[in-house]
């Protein structure tokens, strides 16, 4: 019979983990996966391949971009609404500090298909109830710190001295017929029927809120994400994803990855063995097109930019990154229009997601302990993703040896 430490040894590979960091290379009103070919989406930060345009791309695309990770292995790319800073008509970028993803393979049976995209998140949402997926743990907090708004998908009302966080998770199960459905586990990681599972991909932003806001903030939030009308409702977060890791890598994510937050384990491929950084420098591959300001998006969007077939070609680029973020409204006079991006969209175009209802894996936010609308920071607080992750592999990597001990004892 195997020693217990054997198991526990053997068990941990299907509980590890690893982290990518990835630069932000542009800003675009664009979203291949929701309204593909058109320039009528809000404003988007990109980061990993360049090899992204209106139209949405294959695997082996991006893997022919350039990229701003840190695996040459990894030419995914990946997306976020752009969040501004608001200062009367004003609207100023705020900087990413850092931008993170983490793919855990825990019970994970098959690698990231090519050619998948998947969304986490509702681009719509106003409120938590339609904010608040149970299983994509979307909540916005303070770096190192357990204090939360009683919404934690709200954007905390008092400053902190530490960087900006919204964390979201992304659904682990797929079809393996149809890549384009797909959802998440129930409470025991079981998937839908006819789904397998994945590694679970989650995104960790921090923003560098001190640099266009020194004095800080208490009470209103003057913070705005382009999928929102409201100020400090961080609700319509979300993230968009398309897969560019090469297969081979993709394969090795299921047995190797890391099993803690400060290992730095890495996935490996015929790509590379370590952290590279690319050789050339990602850009946008469709300047003349599209906008990177954000009131030019807005305008494109109440204009109903149009698709491929009735002209959206025709719409060039009215607005820059250098261009000073000005102007005589404000986002309430121009209401951006819903585009629901859930993983229950039916517009055809949109990587739909099993109907299935599924429970709810946590209380809710009041019932849980360290989410109370506090006025102080705590700076020590050890939530943060990684530790998270690590602890729920731990876990989850002991329950697994111990029930193939229980397994070989009978």
């Given at each position: 019979?195997?020693?217990?430490?054997?198991?526990?040894?053997?068990?941990?590979?299907?509980?590890?983990?690893?982290?990518l960091n990835h630069a932000p290379f542009m800003n675009k009103n664009i979203d291949a996966i929701v309204v593909p070919g058109t320039y009528t989406s809000h404003m988007h930060t990109f980061f990993g391949s360049d090899a992204i345009t209106k139209v949405l791309p294959t695997s082996a695309e991006l893997q022919k971009g350039c990229y701003t990770g840190d695996n040459p292995n990894d030419l995914s790319v990946y997306w976020v609404p752009t969040l501004y800073y608001v200062d009367g008509d004003t609207y100023t970028e705020v900087p990413i500090f850092k931008f993170s993803t983490y793919y855990t393979n825990s019970f994970s049976t098959a690698a990231i298909p090519q050619d998948f995209a998947m969304i986490s998140g509702n681009a719509s949402a106003?409120?938590?109830?339609?904010?608040?997926?149970?299983?994509?743990?979307?909540?916005?907090?303070?770096e190192g710190s357990d204090e939360r708004e009683a919404d934690v998908a709200k954007m905390p009302t008092s400053t902190c001295d530490q960087h900006l966080q919204v964390n979201l998770v992304f659904p682990q199960c797929v079809n393996a017929d149809d890549h384009g459905e797909y959802d998440?586990?129930?409470?025991?990681?079981?998937?839908?029927?006819?789904?397998?599972?994945?590694?679970?991909?989650?995104?960790?932003?921090?923003?560098?809120?001190?640099?266009?806001?020194?004095?800080?903030?208490?009470?209103?939030?003057?913070f705005l994400l382009s999928c929102?009308?409201?100020?400090?409702?961080?609700?319509?977060?979300?993230?968009?994803f398309i897969n560019g890791w090469y297969e081979d890598a993709a394969?090795?994510?299921?047995?190797?990855?890391?099993?803690?937050?400060?290992?730095?384990?890495?996935?490996a491929g015929e790509h590379g063995d370590s952290a590279v950084e690319a050789s050339c420098t990602a850009t946008d591959q469709d300047p003349e097109k599209g906008t990177s300001d954000?009131?030019?998006?807005?305008?494109?969007?109440?204009?109903?930019?149009?698709?491929?077939?009735?002209?959206?070609?025709?719409?060039?680029?009215?607005?820059?990154?250098?261009?000073?973020?000005?102007?005589?409204?404000?986002?309430?006079?121009?209401?951006?229009p819903g585009v629901t991006e859930t993983a229950s969209s039916t517009q055809?175009?949109?990587?739909?997601?099993?109907?299935?209802?599924?429970?709810?894996?946590?209380?809710?936010?009041?019932?849980?302990?360290?989410?109370?609308?506090?006025?102080?920071?705590?700076?020590?607080?050890?939530?943060?993703?990684?530790?998270?992750?690590?602890?729920?592999?731990?876990?989850?990597a002991l329950k697994q040896a111990l029930d193939a001990l229980d397994v070989l004892e009978e």
């Open positions: 019979m195997r020693s217990l430490l054997s198991i526990l040894a053997g068990a941990s590979l299907a509980s590890a983990w690893t982290e106003k409120t938590q109830a339609e904010a608040d997926n149970p299983y994509n743990d979307l909540e916005w907090f303070f998440f586990a129930d409470e025991s990681e079981k998937c839908p029927d006819g789904m397998v599972a994945i590694p679970q991909l989650r995104y960790r932003v921090l923003y560098d809120t001190k640099s266009v806001a020194p004095q800080g903030w208490s009470g209103a939030v003057p929102s009308d409201t100020p400090g409702d961080g609700y319509c977060f979300h993230g968009d394969e090795n994510m299921l047995i190797n990855g890391g099993g803690g937050y400060d290992d730095g384990q890495f996935i954000y009131l030019t998006s807005l305008e494109m969007m109440a204009n109903d930019g149009g698709s491929v077939e009735d002209g959206a070609d025709d719409l060039t680029e009215s607005g820059s990154a250098s261009q000073p973020p000005t102007a005589t409204a404000t986002p309430a006079a121009t209401p951006v055809t175009t949109v990587r739909s997601t099993s109907t299935q209802t599924i429970p709810t894996r946590r209380p809710s936010s009041s019932a849980r302990p360290g989410y109370s609308n506090k006025q102080t920071c705590t700076s020590n607080s050890k939530r943060a993703t990684g530790q998270k992750s690590k602890t729920e592999a731990a876990k989850r």
